[in-house]
């Protein structure tokens, strides 16, 4: 599977970005799907989560109420809504998709990771 994310840019705090995820090579509708950001300087953590089939949903502390996770299997796309942006926002944010549940994802267990996208919020 290649992940390929995309959407990230410049914003001012308190505006809203959306970023997609395009999968090749396999479909993703089998596979949990989620968003991890890293700050230089800083480990990469976990951000949003979706499990295969959409119903269950996962999300870091920081981003609960602003960041929206959703998937279109027909389209092999997941995508982040993100609102209220804040500049502790900033960071590269990846793409990333499991074979497993969900909940493996979210604690770092990831068989395919994207090229990241880079998102800056201004304060």
């Known amino acids: 599977v290649q992940l390929q994310a995309s959407g990230g840019g410049l914003v001012q705090a308190g505006g809203s970005l959306r970023l997609s995820c395009a999968a090749s090579?396999?479909?993703?509708?089998?596979?949990?799907m989620g968003w991890f950001r890293q700050d230089p300087g800083k480990e990469r953590e976990f951000v949003a989560a979706?499990?295969?089939?959409?119903?269950?949903?996962y999300y870091t502390d920081s981003v609960k109420g602003r960041f929206t996770i959703s998937r279109d299997n027909s389209k092999n796309t997941v995508y982040l809504q993100m609102n209220s942006l804040k500049p502790e926002d900033t960071a590269v944010y990846y793409c990333?998709?499991?074979?497993?549940?969900?909940?493996?994802?979210?604690?770092?267990?990831?068989?395919?990771w994207g090229k990241g996208t880079q998102v800056t919020v201004s304060s």
């Open positions: 990333a998709a499991s074979g497993g549940a969900a909940q493996l994802l979210v604690h770092g267990g990831v068989d395919y």
């Open positions: 090579g396999r479909s993703i509708s089998t596979y949990a």
């Open positions: 979706i499990s295969w089939s959409g119903a269950g949903l």
